[in-house]
């Protein structure tokens, strides 16, 4: 299993530009999610999907959109990037139907936007 | 939504002491985890632990749902236990601040 996987690694973006960060996972779990860690700040929820069709807002979602077509993947919209958007975004999975079992997280997605 | 509190927000340790750290919840939870985040930015799952006590290794957990907190418990620490402690909460996964923690040789 490759687990977690984000692409690309790093990106740099003008402002107004877009770009999809995309993520996938291959132990059919359920839920994903999208997080931005800001430098030395925790991680804040953008959206999460219990579920392929169905996505839901977190605390964080203005300037962003996903879509949760099939299990595996759950890639994530910037449509006009602005400066505030620079941050580290980690992708996470979870298969909240099997105990015990914890979340998952990719190696993350470093943006800069300038 | 629920609020999650750690602390302390810094600890520094030297080689070979014993940690307590804690993660406050304000509401009932039926799903918490311990992270951390090594210097390179990888975050590592600890334990899924909602309830009860769980131990692996140097380090073990405890969260009491009734009383709404959980504390990680780091023992004779070493310096590649540096890095950032996160709890989080529930089924959105809302995360604390995280303490950060610093083990000097």
């Known amino acids: 299993n490759a687990g977690v996987t984000q692409t690309p690694k790093f990106r740099i973006l003008k402002i107004g530009q877009s770009m999809t960060l995309q993520c996938t996972q291959d132990m059919n779990h359920n839920y994903m999610y999208w997080y931005r860690q800001d430098p030395g700040m925790g991680l804040k929820l953008i959206y999460y999907s219990v579920g392929a069709g169905i996505t839901d807002k977190g605390e964080v979602p203005n300037g962003y959109n996903v879509s949760r077509s099939t299990t595996e993947d759950f890639p994530l919209r910037l449509e006009l990037a602005a400066p505030s958007q620079t941050s580290v975004y980690f992708c996470?999975?979870?298969?909240?139907?099997?105990?015990?079992?914890?979340?998952?997280f990719g190696n993350g997605t470093r943006l800069t936007v300038t | 939504g629920i609020q999650v509190e750690q602390s302390p927000p810094d600890l520094i340790l030297q080689e070979g002491a014993n940690s307590t750290l804690r993660c406050n919840f304000s509401d009932s939870v039926n799903n918490l985890q311990w992270f951390h985040q090594n210097p390179w930015g990888q975050l590592i799952n600890l334990f899924y632990i909602p309830s009860g006590t769980k131990q692996n290794g140097r380090l073990s957990a405890t969260t009491v749902a009734t009383e709404r907190y959980s504390l990680l418990y780091i023992s004779s620490s070493q310096t590649t236990d540096s890095g950032v402690y996160f709890c989080a909460v529930r089924d959105k996964l809302s995360f604390g601040a995280g303490t950060t923690v610093t083990v000097r040789a």
């Open positions: 996470a999975s979870y298969p909240r139907r099997v105990q015990n079992s914890p979340l998952h």
